[in-house]
């Protein structure tokens, strides 16, 4: 096969962004425009995972075909990309045609045991990690043990052999240097220490993945489209660590050298932005900063901020959501909490105003409207809005306007401005106006 290499490389700065029905491309771009416009680069990345599609009964090519279109009605010049986000070895071959950017889901496999011959090849292999380690930029050092090596190994090193066969498969396909991989651990239940981290990215090395962005598992819990829930002093310590530990191993391991962190479950998680931009700006590293399903609770919120047939779509979506609670938060256990005593019950939201479902639904803390398990079921009821297939997307087309608003505004001044500008985030009251 001959390839031509594009080389392709992802720029300091980057968001991806979810678009569940593929109809909001247009309107975050937007939001990377308006970060151009203030002078920052934010690279947009389309990212949508198997899991998504299987659920919505769409194909990657949908999202290549909105992202296209997107780029072209906003004569956006920059690059962008299509992420098939958290693939495995079963679910990649659908992807390879229309995705250019690959998250490597090998969370499963970890801790797995590797075999003894495996684990004593990698601790020869890598006689740097015994001893002291001291990390370039913090105060910090590490003392590892030849059994703490070891043991580490042996909880790792099958789930990056794992990825090691993923990124093998996509490079076969599509060539090295045509696309960007990403390997994600985070979704599930143990946090990841920052010398886990360095552990991880040695063996990454060692299996030849040129790897540009990296998912670990952070401390606290990520829930969808909800704030970060852990101690958010503590969060920024841990974070610089972690660049720290990733300059480490660019420079010890010839690791590509825009490699960089990914933070998944990354939208609404306001409380640690000012610690993520302090943080990059402390180190002058990039951040990819990982969305999706918030986009479409705009749409819900732009629905209902319409009103009429907008609105009363909006409380049946939450009904029927409310009625399959159980099967719809089931796949999203470990990322998700919602607490059934707070879901108001469908009766009560069926008399519901404009506002009040808006401002139960948007995302504004300390607000006594707002509610979190409310805004999580929905976050996670886009079942519901498939199955009502044209019901749904035939109302999204004539609402676009008002949802384009929501949805550019949500990313725009509440993601990309605290988190790349460095912006405190806009506050918005109930009624959407900033207040
Ligand atoms: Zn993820």
């Known amino acids: 096969m001959n390839v031509e290499n594009k080389h392709l490389k992802l720029a300091k700065y980057s968001i991806g962004i979810g678009d569940r029905f593929a109809h909001q491309a247009k309107a975050q771009l937007q939001a990377c425009v308006q970060a151009l416009q203030n002078g920052v680069q934010v690279i947009p990345v389309w990212n949508k995972s198997n899991r998504e599609h299987t659920i919505i009964g769409s194909e990657p090519l949908s999202v290549r075909r909105a992202a296209d279109a997107a780029v072209q009605a906003l004569h956006w010049e920059e690059p962008y990309f299509c992420d098939a986000d958290h693939i495995t070895l079963q679910t990649v071959d659908r992807f390879l045609d229309s995705c250019d950017f690959y998250t490597i889901d090998v969370a499963d496999s970890i801790g797995t045991p590797a075999t003894a011959a495996d684990m004593e090849s990698f601790v020869r292999r890598h006689p740097e990690l015994l001893g002291r380690v001291q990390l370039e930029g913090v105060d910090e050092h590490f003392e590892v043990t030849r059994e703490h090596l070891t043991r580490t190994a042996e909880k790792f090193l099958v789930a990056v052999k794992k990825a090691g066969e993923v990124y093998r498969k996509i490079e076969n396909a599509k060539g090295a240097g ?61 974070l610089a660590l972690d660049v720290a530990a990733i300059t480490y191993a660019v420079r010890q391991y010839g690791l590509p050298e825009n490699l960089k962190l990914s933070v998944h479950s990354g939208s609404d998680k306001f409380s640690i932005y000012p610690a993520i931009h302090a943080t990059i700006k402390r180190f002058n590293a990039g951040v990819h900063l990982k969305t999706a399903g918030t986009t479409w609770l705009e749409e819900l919120i732009g629905l209902a901020e319409a009103g009429g047939d907008g609105l009363a779509r909006a409380k049946e979506i939450y009904s029927e959501a409310f009625a399959g609670r159980d099967e719809l938060c089931r796949p999203y256990a470990t990322v998700i909490d919602v607490e059934p005593a707070k879901l108001p019950p469908p009766d009560e939201v069926r008399g519901w105003s404009s506002e009040q479902y808006t401002s139960a639904l948007r995302h504004v803390s300390g607000t006594a409207a707002y509610n979190s398990s409310f805004r999580q079921l929905l976050h996670v009821g886009f079942k519901v809005a498939a199955r009502m297939g044209r019901r749904y997307l035939d109302l999204l087309e004539l609402n676009e306007a008002v949802i384009a608003k929501n949805v550019t505004e949500n990313l725009y001044d509440r993601h990309i401005g605290p988190v790349f500008l460095g912006r405190a985030g806009t506050v918005r009251n109930s009624t959407g106006r900033n207040a």
């Open 178 to 238: 045509n696309f960007i991989p990403e390997i994600s651990m985070d979704e599930t239940d143990r946090t990841q220490s920052t010398m886990e981290l360095l552990i991880i990215l040695a063996a990454i090395a060692d299996e030849g993945i040129p790897v540009q962005t990296i998912a670990p598992k952070f401390s606290g819990r990520f829930n969808k489209g909800v704030d970060y829930v852990g101690d958010v002093a503590q969060f920024e310590p841990e």
